[in-house]
């Protein structure tokens, strides 16, 4: 059975750091990509950052760069997401996903993920 467990969320002040983590199983986990997605109340998912679990290559939304650093811990089939200076926009429900990618010279990276996990709720307060 595949599953992915996001944890870590919580409220936080402005400024300040949580770190979210992605436990998966029931898959090859080196040869899927993981990202991490959230949806803010009243609007779409949007895509905050992705890696690849077989190289390591990462990506991030422009809302996150410098912000946030995606890490992954292949011994423990884990992702992470350590967000800091977070913003009040960064409030939403936090959703990691197993999938691929690619890149468009049009569209950009675009994503195909396959399995998805139950979000975890960050709330930064202003």
């Known amino acids: 059975e595949v599953q992915l467990q996001a944890s870590g969320g919580g409220l936080v002040q402005g400024g300040g750091s949580l770190r979210l983590s992605c436990a998966a199983s029931?898959?090859?986990?080196?040869?899927?990509?993981i990202g991490w997605f959230r949806q803010a109340p009243g609007k779409e998912r949007e895509w905050v950052s992705l890696?690849?679990?077989?190289?390591?290559?990462?990506y991030y939304a422009d809302s996150v760069k410098d912000r946030f650093t995606i890490s992954s811990d292949n011994t423990k089939n884990t992702v992470y997401l350590q967000m800091n200076s977070l913003e009040p926009e960064d409030t939403a429900i936090y959703y990691c996903?197993?999938?691929?990618?690619?890149?468009?010279?049009?569209?950009?990276?675009?994503?195909?993920?396959?399995?998805w996990g139950k979000g975890t709720q960050v709330t930064v307060s202003s």
């Open positions: 890696i690849s679990a077989s190289d390591g290559l990462t």
């Open positions: 996903a197993a999938g691929f990618y690619w890149s468009t010279v049009v569209k950009g990276l675009e994503f195909d993920m396959r399995y």
């Open positions: 029931g898959f090859t986990f080196d040869e899927y990509a």
